[in-house]
């Protein structure tokens, strides 16, 4: 393992664990999209089945459990624990445009035709899309809690250091993941607008606000 993949790692854990502090203190998710939360705990459920199939190492293992643990804590924090304060009226993206486009192109663009790796094909198209409800509930509002902006930071740095991660594969190891880099690609794209706008005003102390 490299150091951008641990670091890759870490700022994704980070931004889960901002998200569910954020959410336990106040004791209250508003500003945050469940159906973004819901999408991640699709997107862990079905990359991680091969937690039944094969073993590669602890560290492996037990980042997958805490994965999906955690996003099923946030979804039930959201949906259930929490949920009169869930801002439902500003959640208003059609997931169903992200999943079902998703869904058919697993099936279509793959490395094996067998059920694990289309499901794991899924969860990587997904994983790049999955964060657009909460980007869409941000611009709805008009704003977002600092806090939710820096689980926003985390999430996509965690991207961006995988795609060095898969660069640094590359050219050390000759491993090439075609699906998972032009996946991180367009899930960086999306974040690039936020990046910049979290160092010109979010880190000036000013609140966020999107187009």
């Known amino acids: 393992m490299n150091i951008f993949r641990l670091t890759g790692d870490l700022s994704h854990l980070a931004a889960i664990i901002i998200l569910l502090l954020k959410i336990w203190k106040s004791r209250a998710c508003a500003g945050i999209s469940g159906k973004s939360q819901l999408l991640f705990a699709v997107v862990f459920t079905t990359r991680y089945l091969d937690l039944f199939t094969s073993f590669i190492s602890l560290y492996n293992t037990s980042m997958k459990l805490i994965y999906i643990a955690c996003s099923y804590a946030t979804v039930y924090l959201i949906y259930m624990k929490f ?22 192109l697993s099936f279509l663009v793959n490395h094996d035709f067998s059920p694990l790796e289309i ?10 899309v999955a ?14 809690e600092t806090i939710t902006t820096h689980y926003l930071f985390f999430l ?14 590359y050219y050390f190891e000759g491993f090439f993941d075609l699906i998972a880099v ?12 936020f990046f910049y706008l979290y160092v010109t005003k979010v880190l000036k102390g ?6």
């Open 182 to 193: 032009v996946a991180g690609v367009v899930q960086t794209v999306l974040y690039c607008d």
């Open 83 to 104: 949920k009169a304060t869930y801002d439902g009226n500003h959640d208003t993206f059609r997931v169903e445009f992200l999943i079902v486009p998703v869904g058919g």
């Open 119 to 128: 499901l794991w094909t899924f969860s990587i198209y997904l994983e790049s």
């Open 206 to 211: 000013k609140k966020l606000s999107l187009p």
């Open 156 to 169: 996509g740095l965690y991207r961006a250091l995988y795609l060095v991660n898969w660069i640094w594969r």
């Open 131 to 144: 964060i657009l409800p909460q980007l869409f509930m941000i611009s709805k509002t008009g704003e977002a």
